[in-house]
């Protein structure tokens, strides 16, 4: 699968991720999407390491890669700000 359907792939799996993992995000919508293009590559990554070929197309196990890569990014880039946010003395 080639970059672009990789990156439309990430701001579809960025969306749904919000939408499976409610709440406030430090960075926004745009952070959210980003990380859903991050995750979807890293989701892509892992899948063709696990298949030992690469991805091709929009298939249901594609999508779940990129969905699973963008909820795990997103619960870290949460917990990773929310911890820095707050300090008391």
Known sequence: ?????WIVLGLIA??????LM??????GIIVTILIGIVGAFLGGFVG???TGTGLNGFSLWSILLAIVGALILL???RATTRSRGTTTL
Do not use: Q, R
């Open 75 to 77: 619960w870290i880039y």
């Open 22 to 27: 409610p709440g406030p995000d430090p960075g």
């Open 1 to 5: 699968m080639g970059i672009v359907a």
């Open 48 to 50: 063709s390491l696990i």
């Open 14 to 19: 960025g969306a749904i991720a919000k939408a």
